[in-house]
């Protein structure tokens, strides 16, 4: 085979900077061939590749020293939480201090910030904002809920045995130092915002924003993960609730469908209301119009506890 008719794994499977190409032998001609695309300055990839967000990422790194890929992406190479319409994004952003000349690759969202060494990490050969900078920088896009939401999954304590680890991704104490470093960044305001609304003890997105429609109906704050005995580490727990309300309320979501989980939570449920407490169970159609129907059962739920806890004290009639 001629030299330049070879094209080695992994240049036919993703993109691929021309130091790679350079490195493994493969000639300029062969990179002018109709089966590779030149997409921007030193950034080849085969004409049939399926696009791999994850790949993209990759080689854009390479080929940019001293840049780091970040908002969106960074969020989504990590699974971090981002609402609907941003969950399937396939944009590229890639962030570069002021000292670097300006992003300027077709297909990229460039931007010129101020960050320091560690807020930018190496994941699987891609340098990327850490987590706390990537929430930070999506501020000036995300809505006030939804960055709350991003926010509690970097407060919330891990369960090792699922996760693998044992500490929080980041405080509220710590975000508001990483905050309080970039006072004049766009969506700042809404940082301090949501840092006062984030809580420890969400377990996923629809449960800080159903807490949060609480919050906007004016009714008072629910306690997360409330135990049913509240000193019993074993104990069922309820995703938020009242206890002196004895007021028990969890999200079901999608993963909540599986036969062994539906016995497991009403195991959950039943163990609750056998101790006279009254259990609301909301799911993805309440999420679909954000909990509004949700509330007004919480609320009708919070009044009767109310009427149940004055009558046995004597101050109903």
Sequence with gaps: ??????????????????????????????????????????????????????????????????????????ARLRCQVLPPWLADSTELHLSKPRALPSVRR???????VLAREDEIELVNGIRLSSRSRTWLDLARVLPLHD???????????PRVDFEGRA?????????????????????IVRVREALELMRVGADSA????????????????????????????RSPSAD????????AIQYDGGHHLNDEQVLSDRRRDKAFESAGWTVLVFGKSDLADDFQSAVVEIKRALRNGWLDHAQASGFAG
């Design 240 to 247: 938020l609730g009242y206890r002196h309300r004895r007021l």
């Design 167 to 187: 500490e929080p991704y980041d405080t509220v104490a710590g975000l508001r130092i990483l905050a309080a470093r970039h006072p004049n960044l766009q969506g």
């Design 106 to 112: 077709k297909g990229v969202i460039g931007h010129t």
């Design 147 to 157: 960055l709350v939401s991003m926010g509690d999954e970097l407060i919330r304590i």
């Design 206 to 233: 629809p449960e800080t924003l159903l807490r949060l429609a609480i919050a906007d109906a004016g009714l008072p704050e629910p306690a997360l993960q409330v135990r049913l005995r509240a000193r019993d580490a």
């Design 1 to 74: 085979m001629r030299k330049q008719d070879f094209l080695p794994q992994p240049l036919t499977a993703a993109p691929f900077t021309f130091g790679a190409a350079v490195t493994a032998g493969v000639s300029l001609n062969r990179l002018r061939r109709k089966d590779m695309v030149n997409v921007g300055r030193g950034l080849y990839r085969p004409a049939d590749w399926d696009f791999d967000l994850e790949d993209a990422a990759r080689a854009l790194s390479a080929a940019s020293p001293g840049a780091w890929i970040s908002h969106v992406t960074a």
